[in-house]
T-cell receptor, first 113, second 112 residues
Framework: NAGVTQTPKFQVLKTGQSMTLQCAQD?????MYWYRQDPGMGLRLIYY???????DKGEVPNGYNVSRLNKREFSLRLESAAPSQTSVYFC????????????FGSGTQLSVL | GNSVTQMEGPVTLSEEAFLTINCTYT??????LFWYVQYPGEGLQLLLK?????DKGSNKGFEATYRKETTSFHLEKGSVQVSDSAVYFC???????????FGSGTQLTVLP
């Protein structure tokens, strides 16, 4: 009954460091998403993957890369972290054709100093 | 483009009080509308939805009616509980954008 699992839950980086946020879902969903959540701005879509082997940019893709490793896993990479990337990151998944009903992970709180 | 505007929080109520959280939207076409809830330390989860004008979504005592004439989807509950303390997000899905657009969220705290 895991649903969407994200790791790590917390991370502190220095400016310029790189890291990868991991996400896995066990619901056999085709679509996966990465959002960032900032105070007063709600959730903004960074990247999404409609199906295994495909990825597309969302609203705020700059400074990020993604990999859809297989149907279960969708990772988000920060190549050179910046303070503006301090945020809470959420991974989500949905069944094909039901992009409006998303299942979310519990989030990664990232601070870039 | 699409956008969702929610009333600013935080909102603090006493247990058993009436709750309204306002939400208005701008969208092309005929969007579907949603309320998501985020409990402390958790990810968002779908609370209710409405897919066409005049539809009423309901769940766990919460209700929201899709009002096309006022482009609104206000969330209401007649008697809140401490366990309803959470952040509530209004969202829309438009076929043209093919992705959810979220509002900024409203923090609700219910005091015993």
């Amino acid at each position: 009954n895991a649903g969407v699992t994200q790791t790590p839950k917390f991370q502190v980086l220095k400016t310029g460091q790189s890291m990868t946020l991991q996400c896995a879902q066990d619901m056999n969903h085709n679509s996966m998403y990465w959002y960032r959540q900032d105070p007063g701005m709600g959730l903004r879509l960074i990247y999404y993957s409609a199906s295994e082997g495909t990825t597309d940019k969302g609203e705020v893709p700059n400074g990020y890369n993604v990999s859809r490793l297989n149907k279960r896993e969708f990772s988000l990479r920060l190549e050179s972290a910046a303070p503006s990337q301090t945020s809470v990151y959420f991974c989500a998944s949905s069944e094909a054709g039901t992009n409006e009903k998303l299942f979310f992970g519990s989030g990664t709180q990232l601070s870039v100093l | 483009g699409n956008s969702v505007t929610q009333m600013e929080g935080p909102v603090t109520l006493s247990e058993e009080a009436f709750l309204t959280i306002n939400c208005t939207y701008t969208a092309t076409g005929y969007p579907s509308l949603f309320w998501y809830v985020q409990y402390p330390g958790e990810g968002l989860q779908l609370l209710l939805k409405a897919t066409k004008a005049d539809d009423k979504g309901s769940n766990k005592g919460f209700e929201a009616t899709y009002r096309k004439e006022t482009t609104s989807f206000h969330l209401e509950k007649g008697s809140v509980q401490v366990s309803d303390s959470a952040v509530y997000f209004c969202a829309l899905f438009s076929g043209s954008a093919r992705q959810l657009t979220f509002g900024s969220g409203t923090q609700l705290t219910v005091l015993p």
